[in-house]
């Protein structure tokens, strides 16, 4: 079973940025689509950002003009840049994968921005 392996979270200060990546440990086929989500304490988890098979890609609201998706010319890894964070960027980020008939999840990784 393919597992995706994320990696960049930690502690920063409000203002500052992080990257987070994700991996395959394995090949995936037929790929659709790659996307992160982020969970809050107590809330639901929530979608972020993705990016499809062909390279588009969509910004929540909540976080457009300062996080950017983004993949590796392999298309194996993709990235998150989180720029300007804010203390209600606190969560834990999930990666997802899509394909035609299985959704992979990484295991999250915590951002925590303090004030």
């Known amino acids: 079973q393919v597992q995706l392996i994320e990696s960049g979270g930690g502690l920063v200060q409000t203002g500052e940025s992080l990257t987070l990546s994700c991996a395959p440990s394995?090949?995936?086929?037929?790929?659709?689509?790659r996307g992160w989500y982020r969970q809050a304490a107590g809330k639901q988890r929530e979608w972020v950002a993705f990016?499809?098979?062909?390279?588009?890609?969509s910004i929540a609201d909540s976080v457009k003009g300062r996080f950017t998706i983004s993949r590796d010319g392999a298309k194996s890894t993709v990235y998150l840049q989180m720029n300007s964070l804010k203390p209600e960027d606190t969560a834990v980020y999930y990666c997802q994968v899509s394909t035609v008939g299985v959704t992979y999840w990484g295991q999250g990784t915590q951002v925590t921005v303090s004030s």
């Open positions: 394995g090949r995936i086929y037929g790929i659709t689509r």
């Open positions: 990016i499809t098979y062909n390279g588009s890609t």
